[in-house]
């Protein structure tokens, strides 16, 4: 054979080749033609007018994206406007995900016994269905006469809304001795004081700076955006979901033997997307993820078949499954954006409250959230710390504290106190709670022991109130 006619044969051959390989797995091929800069955003969910309250845009936006929070037709939010009180019920419907109940409601003919229940047949016929979910939810207080659902909600309302919501009346009634620490807790309803513990003690609400509640100031739609995402985060943990931080190390389509072309609707067919990820100090894991989930990337949102290996991010799971998921932006690395921090042991949130020696109190809390870092240092009185100097500080206390999702608890409370130099027996009472990012989570409360004389003399009720914080202990624990 000539040397002409052998070339030409292997450049026929090489060509079949190809055009037998590259077909194969067209998905494959169309995945990496995607880059970090070039991948298809859904819907803009930012509204015209974000700029009046800048501060809260993150939160307006997760709520929209979210479906829990909607603007109006004109494209505006209007995020300094009070909330009405009928308004606040629909987004706490949502938020435990019964609109779908409430809106196969909407036309029942079961009555509203409240006194204004001709008001809202008439102007508010939209939401009877979501009231009549909130009523056989417990979300009204059982003296609530009237619905008032044009009536600008409080912070105080807001909040016991809230609370109720995500299903912790029991923890609420048993704080109502509890005076929270606010200058202006005598504006507080003495029945209302175990909801606001609660809410503060779940982050859904926190005091101004001046240690004021304001519990009677009428909330604004982009602090209701504000309350409705601490919430949803509450109502996560308390449906029993992780979250975890790590890298991405493939994504693909995988044959499905279990999940349902109902759930996973747009997905091939037969098919379910899965992500590999490599949690920091955890294992190599593999989770399903709804193909119409929004992911978070950058202020905006995309399907999550637009992640990719490499990326850096923060998810809500749920057993198996990915219910939420953010690309964490490490070219914001600094300031309140960092993600390459000192934090190599994986620290997600950490909060103690110690009080010890005579009458000495330390509070510290660190917050990791969707990487952006915050923190809070108080140490006696006048000594209240926040933003990058407390921030800066809590960094190099975490550092000294090496705390790993190894320790167990009597490791990690050991580790604690030696950074801080305070000894055991100091200690008057600890509350520790510190997640990793792995979805580990410790608590710890530790209460001294009173003397056996002292002991002799607690009556019945502070018997039972001691009963009810052991328990209270246990479950936490």
């Known amino acids: ?203 859904i609400v926190s005091g101004y700076p001046d240690g004021t509640f304001k519990p009677h100031k009428n909330v604004t739609r982009a602090e209701m955006a504000v309350l409705l995402s601490r919430a949803r985060e509450g109502f996560l943990e308390q449906s029993g979901a992780n979250t975890i931080q790590g890298e991405i190390m493939k994504v693909e389509w995988v044959q499905s033997s279990t999940v349902t072309e109902e759930v996973y609707h747009s997905s091939p067919e037969g098919m379910h997307l899965a992500l590999t990820v490599q949690i920091d100090q955890g294992p190599l894991s593999t989770y399903t993820v709804p193909s119409d989930l929004l992911v978070q990337f950058r202020g905006r949102y995309m399907n999550a078949d637009q992640l990719l290996a490499g990326d850096r991010v923060v998810l809500v799971v749920e057993g198996e499954s990915i219910i939420e998921a953010v690309v964490l932006n490490e070219s914001d690395a600094g300031g309140e954006h960092q993600v390459d921090s000192p934090l190599s042991n994986g620290i997600l949130s950490f909060k103690l409250e110690l009080e010890y020696g005579a009458g000495q109190e330390i509070e510290l809390a660190y917050k990791d959230k969707k990487g952006k870092l915050s923190a809070k240092i108080e140490m006696g009185e006048n000594r209240e710390q926040k933003d990058d100097e407390a921030l800066q500080q809590m960094l190099d206390y975490l550092a000294e504290m090496q705390l790993s999702a190894d320790m167990n608890r009597d490791d990690l409370l050991e580790a604690v106190l030696r950074s801080l130099d305070i000894e055991l027996e100091e200690i008057s009472e600890l509350e520790l709670t510190v997640q990793f990012t792995n979805g580990k989570k410790l608590n710890i409360e530790l209460e001294a022991e009173e003397d056996e004389e002292d002991e002799d003399e607690h009556d019945e009720e502070d018997e039972e109130e001691e009963e009810h914080r052991s328990m209270k202990r246990s479950k936490k624990i």
């Open 1 to 203: 054979m000539k040397r002409g006619k052998k070339i030409g044969l292997l450049f026929v051959m090489t060509l079949m080749l190809f055009s037998i390989v590259l077909p194969l797995n067209a998905e494959e091929h169309a995945a990496s033609q995607r880059t970090e800069e070039a991948r298809n955003m859904v819907e803009d969910f930012t509204f015209d007018d974000m700029e009046e309250a800048e501060w809260a845009s993150e939160y307006m936006i997760n709520m929209k994206a979210n479906e829990i929070l909607s603007g109006y037709p004109d494209g505006s939010f209007r995020p300094n406007q009070p909330v009405k009180r009928v308004e606040a019920i629909v987004t706490a419907v949502r938020l435990m995900g019964l609109e779908e109940e409430a809106k196969e409601r909407a036309s029942a003919s079961t009555s509203l016994f409240f006194k204004d229940a001709k008001l809202i047949d008439q102007k508010y016929a939209w939401a009877k269905g979501y009231m009549l979910v909130a009523l056989e939810q417990g979300l009204f207080h059982e003296s609530e006469e009237k619905m008032e659902p044009g009536k600008p909600a409080s912070r105080l309302w807001a909040a016991s809304l809230l609370v109720k919501a995500l299903g912790l009346q029991s923890e609420a009634l048993s704080q109502m001795t509890t005076s929270p620490e606010f200058t202006d807790v005598n504006a507080v309803p003495a029945g209302a004081l175990g909801y606001i513990n609660v809410a503060v003690e779940y982050e």
